[in-house]
């Protein structure tokens, strides 16, 4: 069995074993995976993403679906796929790689200033930080009571806030998943947090005024409508 990790939003964060040694986020299975995307902690200028593995055989494999199934060109040992990153993008990401620990860093001071604008807000949950890895903010998200999440994110859009929420539906309710005969309340946690959790701006560019001003009409809101 093969351990595939989706590292598309985890780009830097650290899993720390109890010796106190560590390793990355995508480098724990047989492979790891992440994006690229604008929004990304390192993102392109289009889409893009990378496979990451330690395997020889996995990576030759992974080369070759990724030009077609070519072993060399046009010699094709497997079916595979047009996935070839840019060159102009790798250019772009080659040189933003140089300050990954810096948006990382900031990413990280962003969300320690949200913690302490919002962590006393009885009906809203920040995120939860683990003891045994570090956490990269590719986004902020919060919880809030069902009842009040769409309200408070049209009462944020009012003052120029934008939020938005990853992701409204769970998977087992999409469509492409319908033949596999779930139904409502399968996954209660799964169907409990699409509809409380609530994404924060959080981009390397938010200043901590900002971030001030976000938190405020936030507590604002459930002062007047708590």
Request: aromatic letters at 14%.
């Given at each position: 069995?093969?351990?595939?990790?989706?590292?598309?939003?985890?780009?830097?964060?650290?899993?720390?074993?109890?010796?106190?040694?560590?390793?990355?986020?995508?480098?724990?299975?047989?492979?790891?995976?992440?994006?690229?995307?604008?929004?990304?902690?390192?993102?392109?200028?289009?889409?893009?993403?990378?496979?990451?593995?330690?395997?020889?055989?996995?990576?030759?494999?992974?080369?070759?679906?990724?030009?077609?199934?070519?072993?060399?060109?046009?010699?094709?040992?497997?079916?595979?796929?047009?996935?070839?990153?840019?060159?102009?993008q790798a250019a772009f990401l080659?040189?933003?790689?140089?300050?990954?620990?810096?948006?990382?860093?900031?990413?990280?001071?962003?969300?320690?200033?949200?913690?302490?604008?919002?962590?006393?807000?009885?009906?809203?949950?920040?995120?939860?930080?683990?003891?045994?890895?570090?956490?990269?903010?590719?986004?902020?998200?919060?919880?809030?009571?069902?009842?009040?999440?769409?309200?408070?994110?049209?009462?944020?859009?009012?003052?120029?806030?934008?939020?938005?929420?990853?992701?409204?539906?769970?998977?087992?309710?999409?469509p492409a998943y319908q033949y596999?005969?779930?139904?409502?309340?399968?996954?209660?946690?799964?169907?409990?947090?699409?509809?409380?959790?609530?994404?924060?701006?959080?981009?390397?560019?938010?200043?901590?005024?900002?971030?001030?001003?976000?938190?405020?009409?936030?507590?604002?809101?459930?002062?007047?409508?708590?």
């Amino acid at each position: 069995m093969y351990l595939v990790e989706d590292n598309a939003q985890s780009l830097g964060a650290q899993f720390i074993y109890p010796t106190g040694t560590y390793c990355f986020a995508g480098t724990l299975g047989h492979m790891g995976t992440t994006s690229f995307f604008p929004n990304k902690t390192l993102g392109a200028l289009g889409d893009g993403g990378a496979i990451f593995t330690n395997d020889a055989e996995l990576a030759t494999t992974m080369q070759q679906i990724a030009r077609h199934g070519q072993k060399q060109k046009y010699q094709y040992e497997r079916v595979g796929v047009n996935s070839r990153l840019d060159t102009l993008q790798a250019a772009f990401l080659e040189k933003k790689l140089n300050f990954l620990n810096y948006y990382i860093a900031q990413r990280q001071l962003i969300a320690q200033e949200y913690d302490t604008w919002l962590q006393n807000l009885s009906l809203l949950q920040i995120p939860q930080r683990a003891s045994y890895s570090t956490h990269v903010f590719n986004q902020y998200v919060v919880q809030v009571p069902a009842a009040h999440r769409d309200h408070l994110r049209r009462y944020l859009h009012e003052h120029r806030i934008p939020t938005a929420v990853y992701y409204p539906t769970p998977l087992h309710q999409q469509p492409a998943y319908q033949y596999l005969g779930y139904k409502s309340h399968a996954f209660p946690v799964a169907e409990a947090l699409c509809q409380k959790v609530v994404a924060l701006p959080m981009h390397t560019a938010l200043t901590l005024e900002q971030v001030q001003y976000i938190a405020g009409h936030i507590s604002e809101y459930f002062k007047i409508y708590t």
